[in-house]
Protein backbone atom coordinates (compact mmCIF):
# COMPACT_ATOMS: atom_id res chain seq x y z
CA UNK A 1 0.00 0.00 0.00
CA UNK A 2 1.57 3.77 -1.14
CA UNK A 3 2.25 6.03 1.62
CA UNK A 4 -0.58 8.62 0.46
CA UNK A 5 -3.15 5.92 0.94
CA UNK A 6 -1.77 4.90 4.13
CA UNK A 7 -2.24 9.00 5.43
CA UNK A 8 -5.81 8.67 3.64
CA UNK A 9 -7.08 5.65 5.66
CA UNK A 10 -5.57 7.25 8.88
CA UNK A 11 -7.56 10.02 8.52
CA UNK A 12 -10.60 7.83 7.63
CA UNK A 13 -10.16 5.96 10.60
CA UNK A 14 -9.84 9.11 12.45
CA UNK A 15 -6.19 8.45 13.73
CA UNK A 16 -5.19 11.93 12.35
CA UNK A 17 -7.11 14.99 11.44
CA UNK A 18 -7.06 15.91 8.08
CA UNK A 19 -4.66 18.95 8.96
CA UNK A 20 -2.07 16.12 9.93
CA UNK A 21 -2.55 14.58 7.11
CA UNK A 22 -2.21 17.32 4.86
CA UNK A 23 1.11 18.07 6.26
CA UNK A 24 2.17 14.44 6.30
CA UNK A 25 1.18 14.24 2.37
CA UNK A 26 3.13 17.70 1.91
CA UNK A 27 6.10 16.10 3.69
CA UNK A 28 6.03 13.20 1.20
CA UNK A 29 6.17 15.51 -2.02
CA UNK A 30 8.31 17.39 -0.67
CA UNK A 31 11.08 14.53 0.20
CA UNK A 32 10.30 13.01 -3.77
CA UNK A 33 11.45 16.29 -5.11
CA UNK A 34 14.21 16.57 -2.63
CA UNK A 35 15.55 13.12 -3.92
CA UNK A 36 14.89 13.59 -7.29
CA UNK A 37 17.17 16.72 -7.37
CA UNK A 38 20.18 14.58 -5.66
CA UNK A 39 19.70 11.67 -8.19
CA UNK A 40 19.64 14.83 -10.97
CA UNK A 41 22.97 15.78 -9.86
CA UNK A 42 24.10 12.53 -9.43
CA UNK A 43 23.61 11.45 -12.84
CA UNK A 44 26.96 10.82 -14.65
CA UNK A 45 27.51 14.11 -16.99
CA UNK A 46 29.77 14.08 -19.87
CA UNK A 47 32.57 17.11 -20.96
CA UNK A 48 32.02 16.44 -24.76
CA UNK A 49 35.25 17.97 -27.22
CA UNK A 50 34.96 18.41 -30.99
CA UNK A 51 37.73 19.66 -32.79
CA UNK A 52 37.52 20.70 -36.60
CA UNK A 53 40.11 21.60 -39.15
CA UNK A 54 39.66 24.68 -41.22
CA UNK A 55 37.05 21.95 -43.73
CA UNK A 56 35.14 21.46 -41.12
CA UNK A 57 36.13 17.73 -41.14
CA UNK A 58 36.58 16.30 -37.34
CA UNK A 59 39.91 16.07 -36.13
CA UNK A 60 39.14 14.61 -32.84
CA UNK A 61 35.87 13.46 -31.27
CA UNK A 62 36.48 13.13 -26.90
CA UNK A 63 34.24 12.25 -24.45
CA UNK A 64 35.63 12.79 -21.04
CA UNK A 65 33.55 11.91 -18.00
CA UNK A 66 32.64 15.14 -15.84
CA UNK A 67 34.83 13.89 -12.86
CA UNK A 68 37.60 13.73 -15.07
CA UNK A 69 37.46 16.79 -16.61
CA UNK A 70 40.54 18.77 -15.54
CA UNK A 71 42.84 15.81 -16.39
CA UNK A 72 41.22 15.08 -19.39
CA UNK A 73 42.05 19.26 -20.26
CA UNK A 74 45.28 18.73 -19.50
CA UNK A 75 46.19 15.61 -21.38
CA UNK A 76 44.14 17.17 -24.73
CA UNK A 77 46.48 20.36 -24.25
CA UNK A 78 49.60 18.19 -24.11
CA UNK A 79 48.95 15.81 -26.68
CA UNK A 80 48.17 18.83 -29.02
CA UNK A 81 50.38 21.84 -29.11
CA UNK A 82 48.72 23.48 -32.16
CA UNK A 83 45.24 23.41 -29.78
CA UNK A 84 47.58 24.54 -26.52
CA UNK A 85 47.88 27.55 -29.01
CA UNK A 86 44.30 27.84 -29.92
CA UNK A 87 42.80 28.02 -26.79
CA UNK A 88 45.19 30.09 -25.21
CA UNK A 89 42.92 32.74 -24.55
CA UNK A 90 40.00 30.08 -22.92
CA UNK A 91 40.30 30.12 -19.15
CA UNK A 92 40.42 26.51 -17.96
CA UNK A 93 39.56 27.20 -14.78
CA UNK A 94 36.96 28.96 -15.18
CA UNK A 95 34.92 26.67 -17.68
CA UNK A 96 35.63 23.77 -14.66
CA UNK A 97 34.32 25.92 -12.22
CA UNK A 98 31.34 26.65 -14.20
CA UNK A 99 30.96 22.47 -14.60
CA UNK A 100 31.13 21.84 -11.61
CA UNK A 101 28.11 24.64 -10.95
CA UNK A 102 26.00 23.11 -13.51
CA UNK A 103 27.13 24.51 -16.51
CA UNK A 104 25.06 22.54 -19.22
CA UNK A 105 24.87 22.56 -23.04
CA UNK A 106 27.87 24.52 -25.65
CA UNK A 107 29.84 26.01 -22.91
CA UNK A 108 33.06 27.00 -25.18
CA UNK A 109 33.44 27.26 -29.29
CA UNK A 110 36.49 28.55 -30.36
CA UNK A 111 38.01 29.18 -33.69
CA UNK A 112 41.90 29.84 -34.62
CA UNK A 113 43.04 31.99 -36.99
CA UNK A 114 43.89 29.24 -39.25
CA UNK A 115 40.21 28.31 -39.01
CA UNK A 116 40.68 25.43 -36.37
CA UNK A 117 37.61 25.05 -34.19
CA UNK A 118 37.01 23.85 -30.96
CA UNK A 119 33.41 23.14 -29.71
CA UNK A 120 33.06 21.93 -25.33
CA UNK A 121 29.77 20.76 -24.84
CA UNK A 122 28.30 19.22 -21.25
CA UNK A 123 25.89 16.64 -21.41
Given at each position: MSEKIK???MVEEGKITAEEGIKLLEAIETK???IKSIEKSRSAKWLRVKVYDPEDNVKAN???PLALVETGLKIGR???KD???SLKDVDFKEIVNSVKNGAEGKIVDVESEKGDKVEVYVE
Open positions: ILKKEEVNIAYDLND
